[in-house]
């Protein structure tokens, strides 16, 4: 398992792994079919109390099994994990829900997310060096409805142009992002 964080929200080590036990706590309740615990958010550090987003990735044998998240945040983060995780198990409609037999291949992945801004770029050039540099998650936007990437691979930036050149032009100027570190 694990958990990535952004810079301008920076978590401990004990908070990280706090996120993760959440994660587990819920997978381990769905599968088993019982409810999810009461979540008391006086007894968790105020970091992971307080309202964030995130995404919660499954991937099974090495292969993605459900990825499911939010980019801007309106519940408490520990909250939030929670509910992604259930989410993720059950509710990403790409992906049959998750298997008792799954287990044993289970890879569980938390991301925390920042606040997203805006990013002025002049050029797709300067695009692909600020994701290059900053390995950023990015959320392109159009008229209808907003697309989001986590950028990891550099086929993933083809995918991304891809995207960037059949979309409205007059927005492919300002981007909201968030930082990883």
Known sequence: MSATQYQDKTLTNQE?????????????????EKPLPKVRLDDYPKAIAEKGACFVSLHVDDQL???IGTTVPKVPLVLEVMRKAWASCCQDKRFLPLQKSQVD?????????TEPKPLDVASESALITYLTNNKCGLTLSDAKKPHCFFLRFGSSYQVLFI???TSNKKQAGTLPIGQKI
């Open 16 to 32: 990280l792994s706090k996120l993760l036990d959440m994660v587990e706590v819920t997978v381990t309740c769905y599968l088993a």
């Open 65 to 67: 099994q459900g990825c």
């Open 105 to 113: 291949g289970l890879e569980i992945e938390v991301s925390v997310l």
């Open 163 to 165: 995207f960037c050149s």
